[in-house]
């Protein structure tokens, strides 16, 4: 959908940033997506909205701080 679009378009723009986000836990399409773009969750706000639902953090690393991490993971997995 548009939502995946526009999350591609600007990974594809600014792809040394780190992104975070915050979406209703009750948002299940929403969770999904992030998910399926690489976005982890962080943090959970308990009764965030004023209807008490909590509230996701999702952040999503800069491409070369997942590099750094794949790396990182491949010499520990080499040397052990």
């Known amino acids: 959908g548009y939502a995946?679009?526009?999350?591609?378009?600007?990974f594809q723009e600014f792809p040394r940033h780190t992104y975070i986000l915050e979406v209703r836990s009750s948002n299940s399409s929403?969770?999904?997506l992030y998910?399926?773009?690489?976005?982890?969750?962080i943090h959970i706000r308990k009764k965030?909205?004023?209807n008490l639902?909590?509230?996701?953090?999702f952040k999503k690393?800069?491409?070369w701080i997942e590099i750094v991490l794949?790396?990182?993971?491949?010499?520990?997995?080499?040397?052990t």
């Open 4 to 10: 995946s679009l526009i999350l591609d378009e600007l």
């Open 48 to 50: 965030y909205y004023e």
């Open 35 to 41: 998910e399926k773009k690489g976005f982890q969750k």
């Open 61 to 63: 690393e800069a491409l």
């Open 30 to 32: 929403a969770i999904s």
């Open 70 to 79: 794949f790396l990182n993971q491949i010499f520990i997995e080499n040397t």
């Open 53 to 57: 639902e909590d509230a996701l953090l």
